[in-house]
């Protein structure tokens, strides 16, 4: 038996019977064409999967949530856990009140927090802001405390710095949106 030799089978290959080349080009082609076919029905698939996903009656969706909403619980707030607001603040939350200036008459304590040596404090509530600012401008200037104004503003408020000695009180007057104000003061403890 004589080895094998590829490139003589190469060269009988090339040179072989017209009919094999008929063949292999007839094979090719209905190869090509399957494909083609092919992609031509994954094509018409997916164009008609798309509209019917995206065509989806408005109503039935409608019905559809309110269904659901139905098999939901009804939530009820906590009440210790609603953030405080002019109307839902009636009570102070635990804390004390930083001094040295009493709180304004009328508001709430609704945030009471200490961090180390600092405390801050939060009362909220229906007043006049003017009102406010100047109970705290006069009530620190009376017991020698000397004012640095940080920022204000005719929307968002005021904010002072406060200092005597080594304390240093910063207070921050806030307007709400809905009325009301929130008053801040942070304080470093001794």
Avoid: C
């Avoid at 559809?64 to 619980?73: G, S, V």
């Avoid at 006069?138 to 405390?145: H, S, T």
């Amino acid at each position: 038996m004589k080895p094998f030799n590829l490139r003589e089978a190469a060269e009988r290959f090339v040179q072989g019977h017209p009919g094999t080349w008929m063949a292999i080009a007839v094979s090719m082609m209905a190869v090509l064409a399957f494909v083609v076919v092919l992609l031509i029905e994954i094509a018409t698939w997916v164009w008609e999967s798309i509209p019917r996903t995206q065509n989806i009656d408005r109503q039935q969706t409608t019905v559809a949530l309110k269904d659901q909403t139905k098999l939901l619980p009804v939530v009820q707030p906590v009440p210790s856990l609603v953030t405080p607001t002019p109307e839902h603040v009636q009570r102070d939350v635990s804390g004390t009140d930083p001094g040295p200036v009493a709180r304004f008459p009328g508001l709430a304590r609704s945030h009471w927090h200490r961090d180390g040596r600092e405390i801050t404090v939060r009362y909220e509530g229906n007043a006049d802001s003017d009102a406010v600012l100047t109970h705290y401008v006069n009530g620190f200037a009376a017991r020698g405390y000397a004012q640095q104004i940080l920022a204000s503003d005719q929307v968002d408020g005021v904010k002072h710095e406060y200092m005597l000695e080594s304390d240093k009180v910063k207070f921050v007057l806030n307007k709400k949106p809905k009325g009301g104000i929130k008053v801040s003061i942070i304080t470093v403890m001794p």
